[in-house]
């Protein structure tokens, strides 16, 4: 028997606002940040599990209070018990009856519970030798089952249902990891699309991007129509014909407004408008999804729980559900989803980028493809290539696909290196910040 | 011209799960709390606006630490400017581009917006001499329209209705503030109902609600069938059939669940049922509406902002609207919802209770009824008789009413004795809690 002896929390941060990297119509300055945490124990096996929320700067020191509101829920506690009943650590967390009033299930405290029940998945897997995709792959449809909690989406997805999907992607497995391995998983690129960028850089970036293997990029839009139609029609004469050229609006609009503006871009050929107003708004969302047919709606980095997402799919508000992992309450919530997706048959195509959400995403998606929706038809990962070099385990994309990492864990580490260099506001990056302004 | 010199952040805690007032099927042992802060200038009059956020103990520190990641925001800032343009200065604190991604507009960092734009209400009326439901409700339509932030509601609500609605209930507001004074605001009393209290109990106090004045009585819900229908049979035979029961399930059901249960419950003649499901749920809230007709569907204390209220309108999740001084982002986005409500012809019964919220909501229903909605017809603030001997101006009620408060300010404003004795962890009051459990 091991326990959990030290609960350590990081406020690292990227001053990435120095640059236009990461600019959209919404977050014109974003500093990539992670609320971190390291949880030890005292097995002598030395394994750590990592775990971050990922925000853009100010106030991720409150997602680092919030982490430390957690700690005396772990520290002390037997670390085989958490990590054999991982569906009851998940509710233990949630459901703490004080903390529950911060949220209940949203923001700042439940994507603080989400770093933490994903720093207990990436010590489970570091002790199962395994990385987290290839854990979750080899459990039992019962086994999954377990780690959901069903309460508040029971009216969408009973657990004989969720049941019922994980039985039927079974005897394929094998197969479909095999496949994984040989094929990668496909990637798209939002490298080429930031609204900082002038025409001639987007297409460079663009042509790079196909060069590079993707088939598909996405333009952040949403400032300016008539930007956006140049901006959108330089990437099509970029790429070209059979390239997809996705556009994200980044909360911008009202349900109206976004009908409008996506008739002017609608002639170029779109994949998707992501994000066209309020995360919130599953009614405007479904407006917005009848008046862009045939153009596919997506959403789900800010989308708060699986409580939202159940209402998305049963009101038609998206065809193409963007998960992310930092947003809801870690590797659990995000199997709920999955299933959830999977019961609609809707394609899921993860929200990555920032800081380690690309290490930490890819994970979902493989196990999706193996024991859950047993297809990647229609699906990718984002990716933007930006700070893997701060992770133990960076991201393999080349020739346009993610390719399953093999080292063990769930892709969250960052090198003790970078968690010392950009600490804030004390690490010595931050302090060259703040020399180099006053 | 005069500056912002302080904002001053306090976690005040009340050791009340050491009894069991407050109990209920979420919320078992609830130390009600307040993320409090004092925001003092350099004007010679020595006016403070005060302001928190109620919590239930835990993570209290976390809503602190938000209040505090507001502070640089106003802290040296122009007092005058800040509060001349009261809408102004919501969305500068709502749209801060970086702190927007720990909600967006939810939970933590939501709550801590509401605290300060309270606490700058509060510094307004008092530098009006008013109380803030006067203050309001001497405000011109177009004065009252420039605070509201219609980002994500226009397609349910637009300027011009806004100010259509708010000039229709111009000629009548002489009439009806005469009215408020002499007639009061109804409340209704949740005091019997506490899950944790025997049925001698409930019984007893149900009667002693009654002979108070208070025409209506709430009962928590939920735990245990077979409890709630004795507990309600008991409260009814207690009021007799003149009086309202409504209950409350504080969260605890699945849209199912709640109708197949209510059906139990209904023969006792159920004025509403309050939130039967998670509050983020709009499309189970108004499944529920249809399944337990003609029983009205309450909710709203958890809501986390108008976009999902405007939702619950549009879908028919509720006919009972229960907004929450301390849960959205202030007395502007309030005002915003108070429109809503009377544009959909929905009646608002303020959630209150806790700490402070009585004395902080009783401003908003009663400038709805002078300026907003122009009715006080079914509508009713909560009362729970409670802490109140902390605040600098307690609510006034009795004979079953609120009435109307006469000194300046919004209500907010702690007595300095309880800052400090109830400070956690360092003031006496915990360190005495402290030793007697060790």
Redesign the interface.
Known sequence: MSVISAVDIFDVRFPTSLELDGSDA??????YSAAYLVIRTNARDGHEGHGFVF?????N???A??I??LRDHILGRNVEELLTDMGGTWKYLVH????????????????AIGAVVNALWDLKAKRAGLPLWELLSRMTPEELVSLIDF??I??ALTPDEALGILRAAEPGRGDRRARLLMEGYRGYTTTPGWLGYSDDKLSRLAKEAVADGFTQIKLKVGANLQDDIRRVRTAREAVGPEIGIAVDAN?RW???EAIDWMAHLAPFDIAWIEEP????????HA?IARGVAPIPVATGE?V??R??F??ML??GSLEVLQLDAARVAGVNENIAILLLAAKFGVRVCPHAGGVGLCEAVQHLSMFDFIAVSGTKEGRMIEFVDHLHEHFVTPVDVHSGCYWPPSSPGAGNEMLPQTLSDYSFPEGPVWAAVSASKS
């Open positions: 919404m977050n014109p300055d974003p500093d925000t853009i700067g100010r106030g020191e409150v997602e209070a919030a430390g509101a703490d009856s004080q903390l529950r009033w911060l949220g209940p299930e949203k923001g700042v405290i439940h994507m309460r508040y029971s009216d909360q009202e349900a109206q107003t309020s995360p919130d708004d599953v009614l405007g407006a800010h708060q729980n409580v939202v159940k209402q049963q009101a």
